[in-house]
């Protein structure tokens, strides 16, 4: 089953906040957890983690130093796109409080 470019918008918001795959499945039980995974733009928090640990791993057993840039290259991309994401978070956590404070 295709996921409707509407759903798989909203399934990338919620990965862009902070929730999981696994999570996004739940919300969407008419989809199978590996269809969605395959679908979206990016991965979760959690899989952006992972990742940055499985390059970190390998950076270690990289035998070349041109193996070891491409590797801490790659770790650093996902790094700085984790940060982005977290910074969005924390702004609009921010911009939420206040609302909520009731201030301008």
């Given at each position: 089953m295709s996921i409707s470019k509407a759903e798989l918008e909203v399934m990338?918001?919620?990965l862009g906040k902070g929730k999981k795959i696994a999570d996004i499945a739940k919300k969407?039980?008419?989809y199978d957890y590996r269809e969605i995974y395959w679908q979206v733009n990016d991965y979760s928090f959690l899989g952006?983690?992972?990742a940055i640990t499985n390059r970190l791993k390998r950076?270690?057993?990289e035998k070349t130093m041109e193996q070891r840039q491409v590797t801490a290259d790659e770790a650093q991309e996902l790094?700085?796109?984790l940060y982005k994401q977290?910074?969005?978070n924390s702004e609009m956590l921010i911009e939420i409080d206040r609302i909520l404070?009731?201030?301008k």
């Open positions: 990338n918001d919620l969407y039980p008419q952006k983690k992972r950076l270690v057993k790094l700085d796109t977290l910074k969005h404070r009731g201030e």
